[in-house]
Structure formats: C-alpha cells, structure tokens
Nanobody
Framework: VQLQASGGGLVQPGGSLRLSCAAS????????MGWFRQAPGKEREAVAR????????RYADSVKGRFTISRDNAKNMVYLQMSHLNPKDTAVYYC?????????????????WGQGTLLTVSS
C-alpha cells in the first residue's frame, strides 16, 4: 500500500490541526494504520494507531486527550486530529500501515510508510 501524508504546517501553541493520509494500492481496509513522528535528533516514536475496523485505538501518553486518530475506509483515508498543540509536538509526522491484526507500536511492525509531513508548533 502506498501512503501520502499531508496537512502539516506552522501552528501556534494551543492551536489545532488535522493531518490526513491517503492510501492507495492493496485493500486499505485490512490494515492497521498508525501515525508516528520524529523530532530532530530523536528517534521515531508512535503517536497513535487504529485497527482496520476503527474499533481499536491506542495513543502515546504524551498525546492522550489531545489527539484523535480516525479512518474512513470508503475513502482510503486516515486522519490525525490534533489539538492543544505545544512546541514538543514539533516533528515530521508519518503515517504507516501494518498488515498485522493489531501490531505493537514499534515502527518495525509497520511495513508501509508515507513520506512525512512537517508540523511546527511555535509562536
């Protein structure tokens, strides 16, 4: 599956933004989808993931209550709604797909990756 993330940009602290990920290729609805991020000089970390049906979601502790992952299988889209953003959220955000039923949050559990979209939170 091919993935393309979009929606990044410059946001002021406290602001909101929605990232989108468009999928193409093999059937999208069978994949667990995840959002990851990588800040300068840091390792890539899991932000959120969602099961193929959308019934299961998991979030990193740092974004719980602020970020919401969702998907629209009919449109082959995954979204990450982000609110109450702070400078620590600044990173390149990647969407990723896993063929596992419910993978763990490690990047190596996700075989397909988009190109990333940059979010900068700054005043």
């Amino acid at each position: 599956v091919q993935l393309q993330a979009s929606g990044g940009g410059l946001v002021q602290p406290g602001g909101s933004l929605r990232l989108s990920c468009a999928a193409s290729g093999r059937p999208f609805s069978t994949n667990t989808m995840g959002w990851f991020r990588q800040a300068p000089g840091k390792e890539r970390e899991a932000v959120a993931r969602i099961s193929w049906s959308g019934s299961l979601t998991r979030y990193a502790d740092s974004v719980k209550g602020r970020f919401t992952i969702s998907r629209d299988n009919a449109k082959n889209m995954v979204y990450l709604q982000m609110s109450h953003l702070n400078p620590k959220d600044t990173a390149v955000y990647y969407c990723a797909a896993s063929s596992e039923d419910w993978p763990n949050s490690l990047p190596q559990s996700f075989a397909s990756w988009g190109q990333g979209t940059l979010l900068t939170v700054s005043s």
